[in-house]
């Protein structure tokens, strides 16, 4: 992974900027010191206070800042049936509710624990998959002092099932009808926009964005702006051979070589993630240039044709990133890009932008 430009903060000022550096002692050589203090304590963040931090790991080891006395809410969009309550409270997680049974069933958990739980309620407004309907959300405006009784609420959502259309008809009916059922609702911060939705503009903001497959630098929209690469998915050459003209490549000898061609085997194949439907139709960069998969994608390998480029092997070859964008991966593939994210099976490495 590689970190992107930093967000745009508000239009206030900040109240503090404060810069750490993270290195190792000089006398010990093995204590990580941060701004050569053992441990370094700093005046706390205030509500409503705007802190900008750069932090800088100048170590050369790869070793987290740990923050603490900072938390954060996690959201299990799953709802809280009844067998899942126990693991919900033991993983301090917060259920996004789905259905009156489920508020029933977290209010009544509340009322066992003698004390108030934090939800969200997910409200549909056009999806149809997840949410409360339209008779439901009647049901729970009329009637919420008694069923959130034991429930601190702590968003409102909804999802837009056409986000990254901007042109859609459907993004402001949905905008619509979200609006009017926080009207019905008591007070909560709202979110109704994903990576696309986000940027349909100020409207569809609310409280909060959920980004998502814009973090790893998909394209949020259709024909929209393009992310700068996030992830990145590399393989490594095998083995290099030529062949000559007739001659096949890989399972059912799907590819046949028009000319004697250079093969390099490179590994991962599909056990890793790399869908089959790339079989004579994906492409890699290597050495400076595109080249083309040639037969079928197998369990650990990929065929590759490396006739025009110069390589060895051990040399890394680029399936995922600037060269081969995720769009274009996706569409080769037949599928969309969440699909080729979450169906990668690699171990993941972060780096910062410069290496």
Do not use: C
């Not at 590689?2 to 503090?16: G, M, V």
């Amino acid at each position: 992974m590689r970190t992107i430009d930093p967000l745009t903060t508000p239009d206030q000022a900040p109240n503090r900027v404060v810069k750490m550096s993270e290195r190792l002692s000089i006398r010990r050589g093995t204590d990580f010191m941060i701004n050569d203090e053992m441990h370094h304590n700093d005046k706390p963040v205030t509500v409503g206070e705007l802190q900008v931090w750069d932090v800088v790991n100048d170590t050369g080891m790869d070793h987290p800042f740990h923050l603490h006395g900072f938390f954060f809410q996690v959201l299990e969009r799953d709802g809280a049936p009844p067998d899942a309550v126990p693991a919900l409270f033991a993983h301090h997680l917060t259920p996004v509710l789905n259905s009156l049974a489920e508020i029933a069933a977290w209010n009544a958990a509340a009322a066992t624990a003698r004390r108030s739980l934090d939800a969200a309620i997910h409200i549909d407004t056009g999806m149809n998959r997840l949410g409360l309907p339209g008779e439901a959300l009647s049901t729970l405006a009329g009637e919420w002092k008694t069923r959130l009784k034991n429930i601190n609420l702590v968003l409102l959502m909804s999802h837009l099932a056409s986000g990254d259309e901007p042109n859609s008809k459907m993004n402001d009916q949905q905008l619509a009808r979200f609006r009017t059922a926080l009207a019905m609702l008591p007070p909560a911060p709202a979110s109704l926009a994903a990576s696309g939705g986000s940027f349909l503009g100020k409207p569809y903001w609310f409280d909060l964005v959920r980004p998502g497959i814009g973090l790893f630098g998909g394209a949020p929209q259709e024909g929209g702006k393009s992310m700068k690469t996030v992830a990145v998915l590399t393989g490594r050459v095998l083995q290099l051979r030529r062949i000559d003209s007739g001659q096949s490549v890989g399972y059912a000898a799907t590819f046949r070589a028009k000319r004697p061609t250079m093969i390099a085997t490179v590994a991962p194949g599909y056990a890793a993630g790399i869908p089959r439907t790339l079989s004579n139709k994906g492409v890699a960069f290597a050495a400076g240039k595109r080249v083309p998969f040639v037969g079928r994608v197998s369990m650990d390998m990929i065929g590759m044709d490396f006739s025009d480029v110069t390589a060895k092997v051990g040399d890394t070859v680029e399936l995922l990133g600037d060269h081969v964008t995720l769009e274009e991966v996706a569409a080769l593939a037949g599928t969309n890009a969440y699909e080729i994210l979450t169906g990668l099976k690699l171990p993941r490495h972060y780096t910062d932008a410069a290496s």
